[in-house]
């Protein structure tokens, strides 16, 4: 048997096979789209981020350069790509915003090849010619949604023209310019005050119809930040006639009224959300829509990934619960490593989902000493489905959040094979099963899907054919008496022989021994030059304490191609 050197992924880590949320692009309130070469064979095979923020422009002319943009491979590592100084929107002296850039969101349209942007951001104040009513000594007074366009996914984008449709107009018979926002509430909904909105997020549902969620922020007139939902006509064209109330703070349920600003039937049952439900985004799978939003506020540490539930576009949408399937992704009770970890979209990107989200850059103290939050920064993981029996229904899962080595994103780097595999193992009764499931464990309702052994695990993958191997990693429990402390080998057997690691060691920073706690997502890897083998042995024996007679492990992935 030959030694194979590999690495362990502790100090270092091959970039091209993995990522990790590191905290070093500094962002708030991301979009991604993940562009492909089929798409888009110029600008394809690259994952776009944009993130909230904006600088004036001196001596240029245009006024401001809104959204930094980023791209990447495979969410390994990100380079600045931003057409208008690192930037992808540029706004013009004479367009309706000028601050408060927030939360940027671009689709791709199948049928020009443009992208589209949608945002929100503060307007100018508006008077006699402006169609719109900002009052800019209310900073609550002047959050419009606006949307630009451009030819390619990193700009530049300019506001939304409808000058060359017939009539100079959109579907609903407005001049769609740059001079007033392509949303207009107050307006066309015939009240007498201004309705403040932020964070929208545009959606294509399977029958190619486009909708929008957006947050209707609090204001002098409304308490409390909800989720409203709207069809489009067309990219630029609102049906006001179907703006829906979808979700208010503090409901596990209700349902709003097509047409009304404010209408919203709220169940018998309550959540614990605080008073926000923000940075929504609409996914759709099996029949099922879900929804899924932020809670309590961008501050708060409990700021996470949530899900709701519908049979429709518009809801009804109901909350799931604590503890059955909500966070999505968010702190439990011990999480000292990652927190804040709300405002999101997802990337599609082959056969996987992955969620771009931002996190408090210190995970456990906020704020500063001074009062002043310390900020936020990027990060990314898996979102996956599994069934619950409570509900009846698959239900969205998180592989997070992370602060430890991942595998990279597929489409860019290799993919797990590991399912691809028969798995032979001496697990107790048919915990076995979680070994492939595609998750680790994060959250006390996941807590009992972990494979456990008692004493040595032995675990063999047999594949069909050969396969190429890169690496291979063993999740460790989320709970800390279960953990093991070492992995005792990995053996890979094929046409040219077999090859063993020996020992592979758990990150230290994978878990807080003073506190006997887990930071999940923790695995024990094992990255080597390629082998190709049709079998790989994984052997575990020793508990993280030393001397317990039984471990538990999350999950495992084997890196190839």
Known sequence: MKKLEFSDCIDSYPKELFYKNDFSVVCADPGCLYVSEKDDPENGGWFYMYSTGYSAAEGKEYAFSAYPCYRSRNLSSWERIGAVEGCALRVMPEDWAEKWFWAPEVIRDCESGRYYMYFSAGAKKGGEKTEYTSETEDKWACLYLGIAVSDTPFGPFVMADSSRRKGGVNLNGDVISGA????????????????????????????????????????????????????????????????????????????????????????????????????????????????????????????????????????????????????????????????????????????????VYHAHRDPVNPYGDDGGFKGRVLAVDRIGYVFSKSLGFDIMRGDGPTASVQPAAEVGSCRNVAGLARVESNASGDTGKYLTDGFFTVHAFSSGEEAVFDGRAEIMFSFDKPVEIRAAAVYNSMDYSFAFGKVDNIILSGPDGEYETGEVSVNPSDFNSGSRFMRQGGAAWAAFDPVVADKVKIIASRGLDGGNDRIKISEIKILGR
């Open 180 to 355: 007033n926002p392509p949303f207009n509430f107050e307006r066309k909904l015939g009240l007498d005050h201004y309705w403040s909105a932020i964070d929208v997020s545009p959606f294509f549902a399977p029958d190619g119809s486009l909708y929008v969620y957006f947050a209707k922020h609090v204001d002098n007139y409304h308490k409390g930040i909800c989720v409203y939902g709207m069809r489009m006509k067309d990219l630029i064209s609102p049906d006001y006639g179907t703006l829906t109330k979808l979700t208010h703070p503090g409901a596990l349920s209700g349902s709003g009224k097509a047409g009304d600003a404010y209408y919203f039937q709220a169940g018998d049952e309550a959540i614990d959300e605080g008073s926000v439900n923000e940075g929504p985004f609409m996914t759709y799978r099996k029949g099922k829509y879900y929804l899924t939003y932020s809670p309590f506020g961008y501050g708060s540490r409990r700021y996470s990934i949530m899900q709701a539930v519908s049979d429709s576009p518009l809801g009804p949408f109901v909350k799931v619960r604590y503890g059955e399937g909500n966070p999505v992704i968010g702190i439990n009770a011990t999480n000292d490593y990652m927190a804040g970890t709300g405002h999101h979209n997802f990337a599609y990107a082959g056969g996987e989902t992955w969620a």
